[in-house]
């Protein structure tokens, strides 16, 4: 190592220089000839990306919703008690279920691939979303512990599928010279949809005291067309996933460089 490190950079050489030949086209980005090469792969980060923001930072929006029957409240109760109750529930989660899904990501993501494991993640957060939001009234009646199962697995399959790979894919499918911009377009993208599934929240609790005050099921309604809303939110990103995002494991870095110059315009889909 100490004869490597005092070698002059001088006499440092490549082992294939590039020819001239050789060299990588340039071209703006956003041109026409980007979007011909990496317009669907662009959009397909950025889509996926945006629609998991919708349904992940939603569910953790109105998680005080779904603890609150969880939690032993009474009159006695100050916001700081209730506070900490929620955020033990929240550590609990957490704990089982959020952080092993990232451990599930690291140990499969290279045998499995980044494309599956989304696929796998946006359709199954899917079910489990129109699993606690189709019979909704039947779960909050009494206090079923099946209905804490399932919530806590939608953030499992969060983060062992699209919360990782969204990060993963944009990363490394895009050159170099064009990672770090089209990756900081896909991560502006997806907090739009923070925002979009924030303010589409808000708007279902403002709307909550529009219902007749006599049915005892009125203010569970918008937390049930949330919650089915968000399920059809992840199957969209299963559609998405599935018709535009490539696999990019086993794929070098240097291999996206050469930005498709001998393939199609259209990048193809591994099925």
Known sequence: MEKILDLPLSQIQEDKPLDDDDELPHFALLSTRFLRRHGVELFSCAATWFLLDVAFYSSNLFQSQIYQQYLTLDDSTDVYEEAIKVAGLQALIAISATIPGYYFTVFFIDRVGRRKIQLMGFTLMGFLYLGLGIPYFFWRKPKHAGFI????????????????????VPAELFPARLRSTCHGISGATGKIGAVVGAVGIQRAWGSSGEYNEGDPDSKLKPMRAALVVLGAVCFLGTVVTYAFTPETMRRSLEENEKERETESDVPAVAL
């Not at 983060?159 to 990060?167: Q, R, V």
């Open 149 to 168: 199962i399932l919530y806590g697995l939608t953030f499992f399959f969060a983060n062992f599928g699209p919360n990782t790979t969204t990060f993963i």
